[in-house]
């Protein structure tokens, strides 16, 4: 079991670099880059900022002189050997100083007539792609996911993270667990009861559930809970407690989380039902003199069980992911909304940060899912071993 | 597999069109109800009995008054901490804060400030002219990359130092004569450099404490601050409170104790935050675009619309035939009806645009905008025939290069209906994110595409050095040597009456070759409590919380009696010129 564990998490590992290269590879393909506004900066501040953030690098003069003119525009691609400006020596030579590799400049430093010294910058340059991938993947091999654009560099994407995360797996676990109780509950009623009033009720809400979806469902309960009925506030979130007024404000946005998986969950657990409420265990066990208790109990809900549990890796993917439309109306300070912003502003490691995190427990949930799975089903166990 | 048309799909089909029913329901009641507040409803709130405050501002990721760029944190910071002169209340010249007084050389090139006796950080040590030269050396420094570095390229010397071709700090025009008077040396006759020291990245920022905690020096517990507020408490996405500075130098004329500062992204939260009264002003976040109209039509007393320093237009690739020819781009800007996008289209209260600059610096340069025809069909296709394209009968096929946004193919598609149905032309619309059209803005690969300014500085020449030859923005590939040396000159100029004359030549030369659309000027709209007083309509939008206060009973029940109460703007900072 040990072995298949570990082979799991290597496997993991493996995958999570993938994810990781994409991303970064996807990023950069995208137009446009993390400072580009309406209106563009002027080439000095963007040369600053990519300099403090690794996107831009000095090209220093490889002699000392003066300088005539820049060859060279801004924003242009310059190919390996082309002139990037023309400088006077003192000896009255002119010099041209040629590119050293391909590269997009970002600023010309200076106006004709500016005295530069051999080794001081004569223009900045753009790192490229693969400069950037590898001291990326350098840093994170330390832990060290960087830090984000947004704040100017004055936040690390780490701090982000261990700030928002936990609201974010407070919200998806309270939704997880109320989804699970709601879910397995009445697809446990509705299987046994099956074609009776009870079947049909939670199945029609259930429908209803997976049809509105958490876009629909969330402002449609903020209207009634918040504004009609002034029950329950809504819009931000409160320190982990169990007090009522810490609680409140987060009920609205775990039950709309919960209410979709709760729907698909019933669903399952119901069909999970119906495939083993025939078989011959249960006849076997029901002619044993079993209360029909013990036996929902001990073997039905096993059997409802297992496409639940199955369905669990997707759902937390899901409910991970689905918390991102929650978080975003109920501006709940999770890290959804940096998955969204940071897309949208080009804040590279911030983006890096929340695709690490959401791969890696995408990837933990589903190793657990298979040997919660191996636990459960005999069967399964058989073939692992 | 199941077969459409068997019972069990068209159960299922049955269920579905009932959820798309009860969707729809459900979308439109949200429709109808619209707003919860009605002008009747906001005046029959008691006042407030507190002094308490509270507004919605979108991601306040981290405060740092030299880096500011957008409005994020912006608001914060304003009321944090000041510089030499601030925002008046309304329009208005700016207020004498942290400096009481000034004297300007007679070419304009020098202004010495006197700095106000007594003033001090909010931890007592007394604010000197070196914590300024120090503060803005600091938001030159290459290091610091400061988005906001080139409104401080007007001192002499600063872009040198900030591009890195100077690194030495001295050279900058910014010196402290003695401990109370700072010189400041201008690159150019600046007739706005006051008003630009209302700006964040002028005020000054406690050189210890940044040298002491680096990027976390504006943590609450560190930071040190010198404006009528201090930071109490600061959860970035979450909240942040603001509590009354005591050693404010004006803290006897500061009204509101504390200010409470939520933070959302959703322009929807934000409106809901208000409307059920958790904010007096529903703060900083636009509000939801389909609310706008309603509101608008509502006659609310509580919605207000600001002017911005913003201008919508398109860019005309002028090289590119057809639009090589001036009476071309004169026949298409000609041919579109701008009152009725602003007025039934977009409904937001723009302000229809014939020039480059928005009509705002009558009160602070006695400057008024040139006002041209914005929009004549008859005359359109006469020019249209004259340039040799009668009923556009022989013109390239044109697109209209757009970036994705809610608004941006609403109006595209106005004006491509327009230009259909008033000269004929057959338009094609290209919508693309919004770096790939700047890409293509830059490489000049377009013949007409959206482009928008907003002032860097509050003064007509932002709009105008757009269209310069060289300029960056200037997408258009418009080059005109006499509309350069105007530029140059309106630079040079220390007068402002010959300097406004010059202002209208270029609004004129820029009128006669149209290197772009005008379309409308942005406004802002917003939401306040009627009982809150002291937030004045202000060009540039900015209304420090140290002026607002709340109404006394009396007032109130004038307010509510459909008077408008307002508070006048105050004396601006005592001027000299030297000899």
Redesign the interface.
């Known amino acids: 079991m040990a072995a298949v564990v570990l082979r799991r998490l290597l496997q993991g590992l493996i995958t999570l670099w993938i994810v990781m290269t994409l991303s970064f590879a996807l990023m950069r393909v ?4 993390p ?8 080439p ?2 963007m ?3 990519g ?2 953030f690794g996107l831009a690098a000095d090209v220093p003069s490889p002699v000392s002189g003066t300088l005539l003119r820049f060859a060279a525009k801004v ?1 242009a691609k310059v190919r390996e050997g082309q002139v990037l400006a023309l400088l006077r020596a003192p000896n009255g030579h002119e010099l041209e100083v040629r590119a050293e590799r391909d590269l997009v400049l970002v ?1 010309t ?3 004709p007539g ?1 005295v530069v010294r051999a080794g001081q ?1 004569l223009c900045v340059r753009e790192t490229s792609v693969l400069e950037q991938y590898v001291a990326s993947l350098k840093s994170y091999a330390h832990f060290d996911l960087g830090v ?1 654009y ?6 690390s994407v780490m701090r982000n993270l261990m ?2 995360f936990p609201i974010s797996l407070e919200l998806g676990l309270c939704a997880l667990i109320l989804a699970l109780v709601l879910g397995v509950g009445a697809g446990l009623l509705a299987g046994l009861k099956r074609n009776t009033w009870i079947d049909y009720v939670s199945m ?1 809400t259930a ?2 559930a997976v ?2 979806s958490s876009i ?1 469902l969330g ?2 309960l ?2 009634i809970f ?2 009609w009925l ?1 029950w329950l506030p ?4 409160e320190p982990f407690s169990f007090r009522w007024e810490h609680l409140q404000v987060k009920v609205l946005p775990v039950v709309t989380l919960a209410l979709v998986y709760a729907a698909w969950f019933a669903r399952l657990a119901r069909a999970g039902v119906l495939e083993v409420i025939n078989q011959d265990f249960i006849r076997t066990a029901r002619a044993k003199g079993l209360s029909e208790f013990a036996v929902v109990l001990r073997h039905a809900l096993r059997g409802a069980l297992l496409p639940v549990v199955s369905f669990l890796g997707p759902a937390l993917a899901g409910i991970v992911t689905g918390s991102v439309v929650v978080e ?4 709940v ?1 999770g890290v959804g ?1 940096y998955f969204v ?1 940071a897309a949208v502003n ?1 804040d590279y490691p911030m983006v890096m940060g929340t695709v690490v995190l959401y791969s890696s427990l995408l990837i933990v949930a589903n190793i657990a899912v298979d040997i919660a799975y191996a636990a459960l089903d005999p069967r399964v166990r058989v073939e692992a071993a | 597999m199941k077969v459409p048309g068997s019972p069990r799909f068209a159960r299922w089909v049955r ?2 069109a009932i ?1 798309a029913l009860l ?1 729809t329901f ?1 979308a439109c ?2 429709d109808a ?1 619209a707003t ?1 507040r009605t002008t009747d409803s906001l005046l029959h709130e008691s006042l407030p009995t507190g002094r308490d405050f509270a507004f919605a501002s979108g ?1 306040q ?2 405060l ?1 008054p030299a ?1 500011v760029a ?1 409005t994020a944190g912006h608001h914060l910071m304003m009321n944090i901490f000041e510089g030499l002169y601030v925002y008046n209340r309304g329009d208005g010249p700016p207020v004498p804060a942290m400096a009481t007084s000034h004297t300007v050389s007679a070419d304009g090139r020098t202004y010495t400030f006197k700095l106000r006796t007594g003033v001090t950080w909010s931890n007592g040590r007394p604010i000197t002219a070196d914590d300024f030269v120090w503060s803005w050396r600091r938001v030159l420094d ?6 906001s ?2 409104l401080l390229w007007f001192l002499r010397g600063a ?2 130092f ?4 100077d690194t030495d700090p001295g050279k900058i025009g910014v010196q402290a004569v003695d401990a109370a008077t700072l010189r400041v040396e201008l690159v150019n006759p600046t007739p706005f450099f006051t008003h630009l020291l209302c700006e964040m990245p002028f005020v000054v920022t406690p050189r210890e404490v940044v040298e002491q905690w680096g ?2 020096w ?1 943590r609450p517990e560190h930071i040190v601050s010198n404006g009528p507020y201090v930071l109490a408490e600061f959860h ?4 942040a409170v603001l509590k009354k500075n005591p050693r404010y130098f004006d803290a006897a004329n500061v009204y509101l104790e504390t200010i409470r500062v ?5 322009e ?2 934000a409106f ?2 208000y ?2 009264g958790k904010t007096q002003w529903h703060g900083d976040v636009a509000l939801p675009m389909e609310q706008l109209p309603l509101l608008r039509e509502s006659g609310r007393v509580d919605f207000r619309t600001d002017p911005k320093l913003c201008s919508y237009y398109f860019s005309i690739r002028v090289d590119r035939p057809p639009f090589d020819d001036p009476r071309v781009r004169r026949a298409i800007s000609l041919a579109i009806d701008r009152e009725r996008l602003a007025l039934h289209v977009l409904r937001g209260g723009q302000i229809v645009a014939s020039g480059a600059v928005p009509d705002l610096f009558g009160v602070t340069h006695g400057y008024h905008v040139l006002a041209s025809e914005t929009f004549n069909p008859e005359k359109a296709r006469a020019l249209l025939a004259e340039a040799g394209y009668p009923r556009g009968v022989g013109l390239p096929p044109v697109e209209f290069f757009f970036n994705t946004g809610e608004g941006h193919r609403v109006i595209a598609e106005y004006v491509q209906r327009n230009l259909q149905e008033n000269l004929g032309i057959r338009v094609g619309l290209a919508n693309m ?4 059209l ?2 293509t803005l ?1 490489a000049g690969r377009f013949s007409i595409g959206r482009s ?3 002032a860097d500085y509050p003064d007509p020449l932002t709009f105008l050095e757009v269209f310069e030859s060289d300029s ?2 200037n997408y258009s590939g418009y080059k005109s040597a006499e509309y350069d040396e105007v530029i140059a000159a309106i630079r040079k100029e220390p007068d402002l009456h010959r300097r406004n004359t010059d202002l209208r030549r270029a609004e004129e030369i820029l009128d006669r070759d149209l290197p772009f659309l005008p379309m409308y000027h942005y406004t802002w709209s917003y939401l306040i409590r009627p009982f809150v007083l002291g937030y004045e309509n202000h060009m540039q939008d900015q209304h420090p919380l140290k002026y607002v206060r709340y109404a006394t009973p009396q007032e109130w029940e004038r307010i509510k009696g459909g008077e408008t109460v307002h508070l006048a703007p105050l004396p601006g900072a005592p001027t000299a010129t030297e000899g």
């Not at chain 1, 995208?30 to 880059?33: E, F, I, L, R, Y």
């Not at chain 1, 809504?234 to 979130?237: L, R, V």
């Not at chain 2, 900030?162 to 071709?165: K, T, W, Y």
Request: charged share 30%; proline share 7%.
């Open positions: 995208a137009p446009g880059g400072f580009d506004r309406d209106k563009p900066l002027p000095a501040v040369a600053n900022l300099r403090t924003r600023q430093i200076g106006d500016r910058p984000t947004a704040s100017e560099g004055a936040t700030q928002s029609t429908l209803g049809s509105l629909v402002p449609l903020v209207l918040g504004v002034r809504w819009g931000g979130w975003r109306i109920f501006s300070p909304e912003t080009r | 269920s579905l959820l969707q459900f009641h949200r109800r919860l991601s990721e981290f740092d880096k957008e290459p290091k610091t990359a400061s988005r570095a080139q872009k040198a900030s591009e890195g071709v990027d976390q504006t970035p996405r979450k909240w939520y933070d959302t992204e959703s929807q939260t809901d935050w409307e059920v994110e919004w770096g790939t700047l890409k830059l928008s300014w907003c960056k923005s």
